[in-house]
């Protein structure tokens, strides 16, 4: 883990503030990939054993998460078998904020958040959202192995 004053840039950033932790992260276009994802949920597992009783969550950039990275999924060997893995990715995000019960959860949206990244912030306790920042929770049809 990085200090949260070391003057270097990264995606992912924790940093506390007397009872308030704060997780940043900023994934360039708002688009969060498989790996992303399970990166984002291991720095939040990490932040949820600190003695905290708010955790913020929020993107730093013009976007909070526009949920899954397409790009990623286009050009993977196997778009289909990616989709899936980006789905349960997001979808193990989510699971966690919706279950954490011993501190106050706050999805902070600085900037636009859609699809996924929608979902993620609604599994948070409170939703704080900058005027101006437009949600769009609609999915397109993404192709999945087997029909799921």
Do not use: K
């Amino acid at each position: 883990q990085l200090s949260a004053d070391r003057c270097t840039w990264t995606d992912v950033r924790y940093r506390e503030s007397g009872p308030v932790g704060v997780l940043n992260f900023s994934f360039p276009g708002g688009a969060m990939s498989t790996v992303q994802c399970r990166r984002l949920l291991e720095a939040y597992r990490f932040a949820c054993t600190r003695p905290t009783s708010v955790l913020v969550l929020g993107g730093l950039r013009d976007f909070f998460s526009n949920g899954f990275h397409l790009n990623v999924i286009e050009a993977a060997a196997d778009p289909a078998e990616e989709s899936w893995a980006n789905i349960h990715a997001m979808n193990d995000l989510v699971e966690a904020l919706i279950t954490t019960t011993d501190r106050l959860t706050v999805a902070a949206l600085g900037g636009n958040a859609a699809a996924g990244g929608v979902m993620l912030a609604l599994a948070a306790d409170e939703v704080w959202c900058r005027d101006g920042a437009i949600l769009n929770p609609h999915y397109t049809l993404l192709a999945v192995p087997n029909g799921h």
